[in-house]
């Protein structure tokens, strides 16, 4: 053998004798950045450690970031970062139901074509909140954002959810297609690519879709609302976000549900965390056997309620005590 084979072949065996590592052993708890329909603004929950379903609102309960630009309100609020978190976004539906006038179809409709989005270095100093153009003319609105940070061509994948009008039909009065999820690249952003369709159904609209990682090259889950029954659907892929998804079926029989964010287990390698928004409040899921399914409720002794539509970011230490030192609860 040579000294290398040698060398590299006892470091092998030192690794070998630590005990198996944990699924993410650099993270010690989960930050949940929500909002409420009270209101309609980003609001942080911090996990008491690496507990899955206990959490303190931060910042005394009061929201941490409000919008000043566009409807004002936010909602569905994603924490996107890349793989050096060296930055976040916070990304949002710029979308206030509570305004005069209101409704659903006018939503749908006219609604805007921006997502509110703050950036930082540090998730404590945030920039104020900037309104960026995703969508083009023919968009009824820009809903729903959730972002997929890719090494190979450092970027951001940025996924929401829109229906579209016909180029003729300018002041959107006519049928719409059905809702489906929107795409654009960006490094940064401020700046895009051409919105394009990312996954367009037939017969159903969906909204709502986020993305679990599972650990190894390609391998993702992804969760999207079927608007037809109001349910959660599930899907996985071994090649990647654009590569052959297979429907693996419905993450739970309750209805309604929306708004899923997922997340795996700090601590238990193969275990995994769902969120689903019951038009109310988050319930929280649970499985060990994601490609399976096999999701079932967790406990919610601890578990806050009112918390809707959001995201779950594993946060490490430094992030963890940053949080707790800004926003104590
Ligand atoms: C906004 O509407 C929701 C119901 O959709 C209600 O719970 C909430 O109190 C309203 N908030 C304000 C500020 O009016
Ligand atoms: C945020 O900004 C303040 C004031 O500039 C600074 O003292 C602090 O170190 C920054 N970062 C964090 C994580 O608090
Ligand atoms: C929505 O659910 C219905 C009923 O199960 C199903 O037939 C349809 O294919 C689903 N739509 C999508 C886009 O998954």
Do not use: C
């Amino acid at each position: 053998m040579h000294a290398l084979t040698l060398l590299v072949t006892a470091l092998a065996s030192v690794i070998g004798a630590s005990p198996t590592p944990r699924q993410s052993s650099s993270y010690v708890g989960y930050l949940i950045s929500t909002f409420s329909d009270a209101t309609p603004q980003v609001q942080f929950h911090l996990s008491k450690g690496n507990s899955a379903t206990s959490f303190s609102f931060l910042n005394k309960g009061k929201p941490v970031l409000a919008s000043t630009v566009g409807t004002k309100g936010v909602r569905d609020i994603f924490l996107a970062t890349n793989s050096a978190r060296s930055e976040y976004y916070l990304l949002a539906t710029d979308l206030d139901i509570n305004v005069s006038g209101f409704s659903w179809d006018k939503a749908t409709r006219q609604g805007s074509h921006s997502l509110v989005i703050w950036k930082s270095t540090d998730l404590v100093n945030w920039s104020g909140p900037s309104l960026r153009t995703v969508e083009d003319a023919t968009a009824g609105m820009a809903w729903a954002p959730s972002a997929v940070w890719d090494d190979a061509t450092s970027q951001y994948y940025l996924f929401w959810s829109s229906r579209l009008y016909a180029a003729s039909d300018t002041k959107h009065t006519g049928t719409a297609t059905l809702d489906r999820i929107r795409y654009a690249t960006t490094k940064d952003f401020a700046t895009f690519s051409e919105p394009k369709d990312y996954w367009a159904p037939t017969g159903t609209g969906l909204i709502d879709q986020e993305f679990q990682y599972l650990g190894s090259k390609g391998a993702y889950a992804r969760f999207a609302k079927n608007e037809s029954t109001s349910q959660i659907y599930q899907e996985i892929t071994s090649d990647g976000l654009f590569g052959t998804w297979t429907r693996v079926g419905l993450v739970t029989s309750d209805t309604p549900r929306e708004g899923p964010a997922s997340f795996a287990d700090n601590v238990t390698p193969g275990l995994y965390h769902l969120l689903l928004d019951d038009y109310t409040q988050y319930v929280p899921y649970q499985t060990t056997d994601i490609r399976t399914l096999a999701w079932k409720k967790s406990s919610t002794s601890g578990f806050p309620t009112g918390l809707k539509h959001g995201s779950v970011t594993p946060v490490t230490q430094k992030e963890y005590d940053a949080l707790a030192a800004a926003y104590p609860a």
